[in-house]
């Protein structure tokens, strides 16, 4: 959950790109497209699963985010070897040093956001827990006008309004579809929890506009290599953050005795865990590559046009209740969400209608 502000930093694509090129840019946009959609229903539900099943280890559900973050290595050894052979003197990495240690206290930053949401979602359900999490555009645009000085429109302030009025309805009717063995309090401490994953998300984001300014500065072209090595950064950091939570709590030692009693059988607590792994994977890796091919706006757009999908997977495969509260909720989380995207397009194409009305009067 790291990586949706870009826009500003990408360089701009080629202006006639060779059918062959566009053609394999497309097909890496779609590759992305599906990463991002699989994890961004699959994530949630997956996660949900391990604690309804019989899994109690908070830690340990917050470590899985971002364990598979080795699979970026992949990623960045094959940059690397691209660029030895192109030229012998190639550098390892592309970022600077100074940049990847920015990283560091991000990093820190989403390994706590991780644990927040892994602790929230024990003590809720899926669908509740998606349309909290929702709210992290309202923080994101406090956050990104104080940070990085990000006007303030009408859609936006609508949609912060839309998302604080559908988080406003889902707590006065609170604990109504508690979990099994959930008591009240506890879904109270979930519901907390989990906006405040979404704050801290949503102050993440503007955060991390900033470092990928600075790594494109100095007349550097921001590629995706650049981008991978900073997530690998930070997802290694929250890795290691949630690794000492495990060790303090004894979860490694845990994890043998709760495989044993886990609901659907030993072999498949194990599955479980590494499918979570692999899921979010996907979800912060499709994230990264739709916002660097395409726009932060199709992220923010796939995102929000699946939450009612995770909301119908777990109502069929969780077994959850969808109260009309819920419903009342998601609409106006939808709306938010269309309310800030349709102002960020049309803020889009005005600049572009700008931009070509100003190049005859430049020639």
């Known amino acids: 959950m790291d990586v949706e502000a870009l826009k500003d930093t990408l360089p701009a694509p080629a202006t006639s790109p060779a059918p062959r090129a566009k053609g394999m840019h497309w097909l890496v946009v779609v590759?992305?497209?599906?990463?991002?959609?699989?994890?961004?229903?699959?994530?949630?539900?997956?996660?949900?699963?391990?604690?309804?099943?019989?899994?109690?280890?908070?830690?340990?559900?917050?470590?899985?985010?971002?364990?598979?973050?080795?699979?970026?290595?992949?990623?960045?050894?094959?940059?690397?070897?691209?660029?030895?052979?192109?030229?012998?003197?190639?550098?390892l990495l592309l970022t600077r040093p100074r940049i990847l240690l920015?990283?560091?206290?991000?990093?820190?930053?989403?390994?706590?956001?991780?644990?927040?949401?892994?602790?929230?979602?024990?003590?809720?359900?899926?669908?509740?827990?998606?349309?909290?999490?929702?709210?992290?555009?309202?923080?994101?645009?406090?956050?990104a006008f104080l940070i990085v000085r990000q006007r303030l429109t009408a859609s936006s302030l609508n949609a912060v309004a839309l998302l604080t009025i559908g988080a406003v309805v889902l707590g006065l009717h609170a604990s109504s579809d508690r979990p099994a063995g959930v008591s009240r309090g506890q879904y109270w401490l979930g519901f907390v929890l989990t906006l405040g994953a979404a704050a801290l998300y949503g102050l993440m984001l503007p955060l991390v506009e900033l470092t990928y300014k600075r790594a494109a500065g100095g007349g550097r072209v921001l590629t995706y290599a650049l981008v991978i090595e900073v997530q690998l950064v930070m997802s290694f950091v929250a890795t290691a953050f949630g690794t000492v939570g495990m060790v303090v709590n004894n979860d490694f030692q845990a994890i043998a005795r709760e495989a044993r009693a886990f609901e659907l059988g030993e072999a498949r607590y194990y599955t479980v865990l590494v499918w979570s792994a692999i899921l979010w994977q996907f979800y912060f890796l499709g994230s990264v590559g739709v916002i660097f091919c395409v726009h932060t706006l199709l992220t923010g757009i796939i995102i929000a046009a699946f939450i009612p999908v995770t909301e119908v997977l777990a109502v069929v495969f969780l077994h959850e209740k969808f109260s009309s509260e819920k419903a009342v909720a998601l609409v106006l989380s939808l709306w938010g969400l269309a309310s800030y995207s349709y102002g960020e397009y049309a803020a889009a194409q005005a600049s572009k209608k700008k931009a070509a009305s100003s190049e005859p009067q430049a020639s």
């Open 31 to 91: 590759i992305n497209c599906g990463m991002l959609t699989v994890g961004t229903t699959g994530g949630p539900l997956i996660t949900r699963l391990y604690y309804s099943k019989g899994g109690h280890r908070q830690w340990l559900s917050a470590w899985i985010e971002t364990a598979a973050w080795p699979l970026l290595l992949v990623i960045v050894v094959a940059s690397y070897i691209t660029r030895r052979g192109r030229d012998p003197s190639a550098p």
């Open 102 to 143: 920015a990283a560091v206290p991000l990093g820190l930053a989403m390994g706590a956001d991780n644990f927040l949401y892994a602790f929230g979602l024990s003590y809720l359900p899926v669908s509740t827990s998606a349309i909290l999490i929702s709210t992290q555009l309202a923080f994101t645009v406090f956050f």
